[in-house]
């Protein structure tokens, strides 16, 4: 407050009443309120007969241009004052009828603040998304002259300050009320605002496993993303040319040889890369000689329901309601329902096993119950190996001869390895590789026409609730360092070959439209089992989305005279291309095998569009037969075909392949 104190004035009321005297006068000028105001303030007159004051104003001392009539009272806000300028005041008194002043008090005199009202405000910048560093800068205006601003800062998460401009580190990104709260002598001001503090995001950090790592040639690769942190896209590189975007992808390597596999997981943050070594090695050579292997099941078809045996037997099987996933524990695996999943593949002289046995595979149980649970059976009982068992959930294996009983039950969604032998002397199971119990056993395994079965059976339903993959049965009884060295080993892919057809792009082109099928007759040059028909398809003539192949037996009229006959097995394929296009097949009932030098025909159809093929009719070797019908939606159980579509000396450009 700025206070002038005027001394004694002697204000006298002078020729028109004597008795109206003035005593002690004293005239001051108090603190500013606002711009162009003023508080003014006096001490009262003692003298009788004063009924008021007025107040004489102007900006020359002693020179009043204006005044104003305040009352009996003893202080007065001035306003409408020129901000920046200097007022001179002085007082008069007066009587009741305001006949008689007296004369004019000390003079006191101010200047006009130009504003008196104190404001706050901020501002708040981030230097940079990397940090949640943020810089506040304050601003005040309207402080009174002679005082020092305190500064009180909130930053919203129960952190303060007392500096002018301070400098916040937030523990996270979010928003926060920052308050700012200023005081000046007497005055305060306070401002709010909610600030957004950002963090860009981290980069991720790009991670992940491979099963096997080390392969040989044809066997999938599982890899497993592990990556962490926020994931928008994936980046595979195998090393050999191929790339995926897939989260989980799986590989087959077609040349032996070591190879940096990559990963780049990219996020908002940016980018990460991971890489690791796959190893391949040639294909070993799997046969039954001096090894005992009478079937082997790695599960790595791409397609069909055929499963096949990779021991060199030929013993392959036909799945039923069970699913091929990926990954398994080498490569592929099936995964059973617990219902009605199963595997069953044809008895055979070399699964008639008799004297000593091992049944492998890997398991991973979806659940654990007190019941009996096929991960192989072999006719009834005549030899098995299972997952659980109603004795307190162990693994049992066993057959005709008797059974041998784990020590505890299988870990849930945990790969095991299981294993169970018989030398006709002791039995023995073995968990991961390593013996868990034995028994004294003697007498041979009986035999039966009973089917081998994986994951369940047609005579107890006994059907596993899981994954099964590398299955192998041997017809003596394994070592515990070979059941080890199993354990660690993919069964691997087997290598499909060209059993029969033409593998060449015959010259001449021609079509069939839908509903009509062609079937060419051909010769196997070797014996195996079919997986799938390769034709080309002529890309000026083809409009068709889809086709259907199948394979049929020769059939012989009583002209002698060769026709298509029972279908064995077909597939069909909805994606198409120009060229060569490959249909993994499946047979109609069990597993089926073609013979050197016996003839079969391949056939195909569409039903929407037409097909175009390729063929010679000059100096083929083979038959060519279209359908009796022309309305076929698909292709029939037993062929019938057309007269006038008869051709002889003819080649197709279609071909069988299988193992």
């Avoid at 030929?314 to 039923?320: P, Q």
């Avoid at 190996?385 to 066993?398: D, E, F, I, K, Q």
């Avoid at 889809?546 to 069909?572: E, F, M, P, W």
């Amino acid at each position: 407050m700025n206070t002038v104190f005027l001394d004694k004035p002697n204000p006298h009321f002078r020729g028109l009443n004597q008795s109206i005297l003035l005593g002690l006068f004293l005239f001051l000028v108090s603190s500013y309120v606002f711009a162009g105001a003023l508080n003014l303030a006096w001490d009262p007159s003692t003298s009788t007969g004063v009924a008021g004051y007025k107040l004489y104003y102007g900006q020359a001392s002693k020179n009043y241009t204006s005044s104003v009539d305040v009352g009996n009272t003893t202080s007065y806000q001035m306003t409408g004052l020129t901000a920046g300028s200097t007022y001179f005041f002085a007082l008069k008194a007066y009587n009741a009828a305001k006949s008689i002043e007296s004369s004019f008090s000390n003079e006191a005199s101010a200047t006009i603040s130009a504003t008196t009202t104190l404001t706050a405000d901020f501002t708040a910048s981030q230097s940079s998304t990397s940090s949640t560093i943020e810089s506040f800068t304050s601003t005040v205006t309207g402080i009174p002259s002679g005082t020092v601003p305190s500064y009180a800062w909130n930053f919203g998460d129960n952190t303060t300050s007392t500096a002018s401009n301070p400098t916040k580190t937030y523990a996270a990104a979010g928003t926060y009320t920052v308050n700012l709260n200023v005081t000046a002598g007497t005055t305060s001001a306070a401002k709010s605002k909610a600030i957004t503090v950002t963090l860009a995001a981290a980069p991720p950090v790009a991670n992940f496993s491979a099963s096997p790592t080390s392969t040989t040639v044809g066997v999938s690769v599982s890899f497993a993303d592990t990556s962490t942190g926020s994931i928008t896209s994936r980046s595979w590189n195998f090393g050999d040319g191929t790339t995926s975007s897939l989260q989980n992808p799986t590989h087959a390597y077609s040349a032996v040889g070591t190879y940096t596999v990559s990963l780049t997981a990219t996020g908002s943050g940016g980018s990460n890369t991971k890489t690791s070594a796959i190893t391949v090695s040639a294909t070993p050579s799997v046969t039954n000689t001096n090894t005992g292997l009478v079937a082997a099941y790695g599960f790595e078809e791409a397609s069909g329901t055929t499963v096949v045996d990779a021991s060199g037997n030929g013993n392959n099987g036909v799945m039923t309601n069970a699913v091929r996933v990926a990954p398994g524990k080498f490569g592929n695996a099936l995964q059973f329902n617990g219902t009605n999943a199963l595997v069953k593949i044809n008895d055979s002289a070399s699964l008639k096993l008799t004297t000593g046995m091992t049944l492998e595979a890997w398991v991973m149980p979806s659940a654990i119950n007190n019941l009996w649970k096929d991960v192989i059976e072999k006719g009834d009982d005549n030899y098995f190996l299972m997952a659980t068992s109603n004795r307190s959930s162990v693994p049992v294996g066993g057959g005709t001869f008797g059974e041998i009983n784990g020590t505890s039950a299988l870990p849930v969604n945990t790969w095991t390895h299981l294993a169970v032998t018989y030398d006709g002397v002791t039995q023995r199971l073995f968990v991961n590789g390593a013996q868990v119990s034995s028994i004294a056993r003697t007498g041979n395994i009986a035999t039966s026409t009973g089917p081998l079965q994986i994951g369940g059976d047609s005579i107890y339903g006994q059907y596993f609730n899981g994954y099964i993959d590398e299955v192998r049965v041997y017809n003596r009884a394994l070592a515990q360092t070979e059941i080890a060295a199993d354990k660690d080993r993919a069964i691997g892919a087997v290598t499909s070959k060209v059993l029969m057809g033409d593998t060449k792009v015959e010259s001449f082109a021609n079509y069939k439209t839908q509903g009509v099928a062609l079937a060419h007759q051909v010769v196997p040059t070797i014996s195996g089992s079919p997986t799938q028909v390769s034709v080309y398809l002529d890309s000026s003539l083809t409009t068709a989305t889809s086709i259907k192949v199948g394979v049929y037996t020769d059939r012989v009229d009583s002209s002698n005279i060769h026709h298509a006959g029972t279908l064995l097995a077909q597939g069909t394929l909805g994606t198409l291309k120009a060229g060569w296009n490959s249909v993994p097949i499946s047979p109609l009932s069990t597993p089926f095998t073609v013979t050197a030098g016996k003839p079969y025909w391949l056939a195909i159809l569409t039903t929407a569009g037409q097909f175009g093929y390729r063929y010679n009719s000059v100096s083929g070797t083979g038959l060519l037969e279209k359908s009796s019908s022309n309305r076929l939606t698909n292709l029939p159980t037993t062929w019938t075909g057309s007269t006038s579509g008869y051709i002889t000396n003819a080649t197709m450009s279609i071909y069988g392949m299988g193992n």
